[in-house]
């Protein structure tokens, strides 16, 4: 397995060094460096080039978002997942309208932050189960939504993995319910995004939103 070069951008020493002893227990993740705001995650960027950004977003000097918004237009390559304790609209959605690729709330279990810092290296997106809820609801509410025939349909196994996918589950997770490979999950994601012609797991969700496809009532 590939290893994933990580930086960790937290102004709490000891929430790096948590974070840090986390993600690096299976070997194939590397911190390759630390840094306590945002001016100073951007220095270590320019310097080291790595995988993946664990981004606080209240920060000194320059904050998560700014500091995400910058890697985003200079270095698109780069992959930021905010682990953060907060929770609210004001801050999830700026972040990932700035970029973010996915958004984990510090009270997560440690193997949701790993999956997700592996998710976000191999491409995808990944939030915490709240933070897609809330991601959903305020598409609903600020949104009118169409009829459903405005989204081509989806097959039944595509509408479970939506299902799922909306309840905020991991690949790993949605294969072992459906009994499938993560290849045949990743596929079906693909082919949902390729129908609906959205670029990722948050816009999925976003579209599904709209369309009324899914309840988090």
């Given at each position: 397995m590939a290893e994933i070069r990580v930086i960790?951008?937290?102004?709490?020493?000891l929430v790096r060094l948590a974070l840090a002893h986390l993600v690096t227990r299976d070997g194939d993740v590397k911190v390759i460096g630390e840094a306590d705001d945002g001016q100073q995650t951007l220095d270590l960027i320019e310097k080291d080039q790595p995988d993946v950004v664990m981004m606080d977003i209240q920060m000194p000097?320059?904050?998560?978002?700014e500091a995400t918004e910058a890697i985003t237009k200079r270095w698109p390559d780069i992959r930021v997942l905010a682990v953060t304790t907060l929770d609210s609209r004001e801050t999830v959605l700026p972040m990932l309208?700035?970029?973010?690729?996915?958004?984990?709330?510090?009270?997560?279990?440690?193997?949701?932050?790993?999956?997700?810092?592996?998710?976000?290296?191999?491409?995808?997106?990944?939030l915490s189960p709240q933070i897609t809820a809330l991601l959903v609801q305020h598409v609903r509410a600020s949104s009118v939504v169409p009829p459903t025939g405005d989204l081509p349909q989806l097959t039944d196994?595509?509408?479970?993995?939506?299902?799922?996918?909306?309840?905020?589950?991991?690949?790993?997770?949605m294969a072992e319910s459906?009994?499938?490979?993560?290849?045949?999950?990743k596929a079906h994601l693909g082919s949902i995004m390729s129908k609906w012609n959205v670029r990722d797991r948050v816009q999925v969700l976003v579209a599904a939103a709209r369309a009324g496809l899914v309840d988090f009532s």
């Open positions: 960790i951008a937290d102004d709490d020493p000097v320059l904050d998560g978002i309208a700035a970029g973010a690729a996915g958004y984990m709330l510090k009270d997560s279990s440690a193997e949701a932050i790993t999956d997700a810092l592996r998710q976000v290296h191999a491409g995808e997106s990944s196994r595509e509408s479970q993995v939506l299902h799922q996918l909306s309840l905020g589950m991991s690949n790993s997770e459906l009994n499938v490979s993560e290849g045949t999950i």
